[in-house]
């Protein structure tokens, strides 16, 4: 599947490409590396296009103090790749 509806091409490419050549990052450290890549990153897109990316599956995110009473008082989170889907996620990046 080389094709998926509502797929950036551009923004998701780099967030994705970012994420698999980092390991995990926070949102704030995603929009820190991509940055410099296009002038249409911002965190509200970064954060936009994350919530996407989790929807789909691509994305997953893990708290990084996974306490409910941490969650609940916005613990950190961290953004990985769904490494069950990396095969898809590579078609769709290339």
């Given at each position: 599947?080389?094709?998926?509806?509502?797929?950036?091409?551009?923004?998701?490419?780099?967030?994705?490409?970012?994420?698999?050549?980092?390991?995990?990052l926070t949102a704030s450290h995603?929009?820190?590396?991509?940055?410099?890549?296009?002038?249409?990153?911002?965190?509200?897109?970064?954060?936009?296009?994350?919530?996407?990316?989790?929807?789909?599956?691509?994305?997953?995110?893990?708290?990084?103090?996974?306490?409910?009473?941490?969650?609940?008082?916005?613990?950190?989170?961290?953004?990985?790749?769904?490494?069950?889907?990396?095969?898809?996620?590579?078609?769709?990046?290339?």
């Open positions: 599947m080389s094709e998926m509806p509502g797929f950036d091409k551009e923004l998701d490419s780099i967030v994705l490409k970012t994420l698999l050549s980092e390991g995990e995603l929009v820190m590396k991509t940055k410099s890549q296009s002038d249409k990153i911002t965190s509200d897109i970064i954060s936009h296009r994350l919530v996407w990316l989790m929807e789909n599956g691509l994305v997953v995110e893990h708290h990084i103090d996974p306490t409910r009473n941490a969650i609940r008082h916005g613990s950190p989170v961290k953004y990985t790749i769904n490494e069950e889907k990396k095969g898809e996620i590579l078609k769709l990046i290339e």
